[in-house]
């Protein structure tokens, strides 16, 4: 993919933001939209296929999807990125439908207050999978239990930091930043 820079709105300091293609946000979007699927294919599993377990892939699927829109309500009217092409995932152009514009200076504070809302998502799955793999283990099952938790805590993390939050001219406030990055060394 091409990297396009053009000056706009978004430009801090008279230096031009990086702008992102719709597929380029979607790429960024990929590890999320993974987690989210392979962790209802987990309770799935982790149920035997019941219907408790589709029960809970559905909820989680749509907790999942629900999150991107706390984030995009709560969190993305307070960012720099906000009503622009410059965010990675593509939340800051669509955050407007649902939010006015709000102070940049909150960001650090709005980030901290909401992002434990979605923090469960990590770790749903893996509970839900490792019970039913204690009481009854399945190759299977072990295997997407893996899966999930190298893309969720190692390539979700990496795709962020290394490369969308790396040029984003919050970095050094963002708690995301400050502690994923930090903690990565
Ligand atoms: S960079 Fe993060 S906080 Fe900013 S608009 Fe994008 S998703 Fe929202």
């Not at 200076?105 to 799955?125: A, M, Q, S, T, Y």
């Not at 283990?137 to 805590?153: E, G, K, R, S």
């Amino acid at each position: 993919m091409a990297k396009q820079t053009a000056p706009d709105s978004n430009s801090q300091g008279g230096e031009a933001m990086r702008q992102y293609s719709p597929a380029q946000e979607l790429i960024n979007n990929t590890a999320y939209i993974v987690m989210i699927l392979l962790g209802s294919v987990i309770l799935i599993a982790g149920y035997g296929g019941s219907a408790g377990g589709w029960i809970s892939a559905i909820a989680y699927l749509a907790y999942g999807i629900a999150g991107s829109v706390w984030i995009m309500v709560f969190v993305c009217p307070y960012c720099r990125y906000f009503k622009t092409r410059s965010c990675p995932c593509g939340y800051g152009h669509i955050s407007p439908l649902f939010r006015a514009k709000g102070t940049v200076e909150c960001f650090n504070e709005k980030f901290k207050k909401h992002i434990p809302v979605i923090i469960p998502l990590w770790f749903i799955p893996i509970v839900a999978g490792v019970v039913p793999l204690i009481r009854n283990f399945t190759l299977p099952l072990l295997v997407l239990l893996i899966i999930f938790a190298i893309n969720a805590f190692v390539i979700l993390p990496l795709v962020s930091t290394k490369h969308g939050c790396k040029e984003c001219p919050q970095k050094d406030t963002c708690p995301w930043m400050k502690y994923t990055i930090k903690q990565a060394g």
